[in-house]
């Protein structure tokens, strides 16, 4: 059973970079599936951050893809998400996911169990 | 605010039944597009609870079910557990926004 585990930093001031990293066990990142960011602010609902597949293609949730890069590293069987520039309003709890489906119908079956983010000076 | 629409709260009282609702438009569920269900806890990560309009993951109760028609879908729950007691988002795709994943808000069902 694929397992997913997102790593941090869990403070960071404004305009500054965002990096996270998940860590996929029990299967691997060159499946057939696509692997996603997805994140959840506090008190209020998921937002889908983007996708990537193991060849490198990605999608982008159009409100975040100037400052967003999502990355796949195989030989670490992990993907990286970096967000720029970020603010307060970035502040949140981020999953990654795994995604399965058709393009048009991918539903996210397994997840992490999820980092803190806080942005503050 | 959510592209898919859902009521903040519901509430039922242990067996009964209760459905939640999740409204979308032209682009997503009214086009056809697939809609799928979670399940989340407070501080834990959503679980996939539907997916494909009406499947259940194995391991999830076949209380649980959930239908789609036009602009809207909905997930109906029977015979009210307390475990239940959770927040339900439902998700699909959507073509408008190149191609986006997009969420309902997230209902909250209280277990009376």
């Known amino acids: 059973q694929v397992q997913l585990q997102e790593s941090g930093p869990g403070l960071l001031k404004p305009s500054g970079t965002l990096s996270l990293t998940c860590a996929v066990s029990?299967?691997?990142?060159?499946?057939?599936?696509?692997w996603s960011w997805v994140r959840q602010t506090p008190g209020k609902g998921l937002e889908w951050l983007g996708e990537?597949?193991?060849?490198?293609?990605?999608k982008y949730n159009p409100s975040l893809q100037s400052r967003l890069t999502i990355s796949v590293d195989k030989s670490k069987n992990q993907f990286s998400l970096m967000l720029i520039s970020v603010t307060a309003a970035d502040t949140a709890m981020y999953y990654c996911?795994?995604?399965?489906?058709?393009?048009?119908?991918?539903?996210?079956?397994?997840w992490g169990p999820g980092t803190m983010v806080t942005v503050s000076s | 605010q959510s592209v898919l629409t859902q009521p903040p709260s519901v509430s039922g009282a242990p067996g009964q039944r209760v459905t939640i609702s999740c409204t979308g438009s032209?682009?997503?569920?009214?086009?056809?597009?697939?809609v799928h269900w979670y399940q989340q806890f407070p501080g834990t990560a959503p679980k996939l609870l539907i997916y494909?309009?009406?499947n259940r993951p194995s391991g999830v109760p076949d209380r649980f079910s959930a239908s789609k028609s036009g602009t809207s879908a909905s997930l109906a729950i029977t015979g009210l557990q307390a475990e239940d007691e959770a927040d339900y988002y439902c998700?699909?795709?959507?073509?408008?926004?190149?191609?986006?994943?997009?969420f309902g808000g997230g209902t909250k069902l209280t277990i009376l």
């Open positions: 029990g299967g691997s990142i060159s499946s057939t599936d696509w």
């Open positions: 494909d309009n009406n």
């Open positions: 990537i597949y193991h060849s490198g293609s990605t």
């Open positions: 032209g682009s997503n569920i009214g086009a056809g597009y697939e």
């Open positions: 998700q699909s795709y959507d073509s408008s926004l190149s191609g986006s994943r997009v």
């Open positions: 996911a795994k995604n399965t489906g058709r393009p048009s119908a991918r539903f996210f079956d397994i």
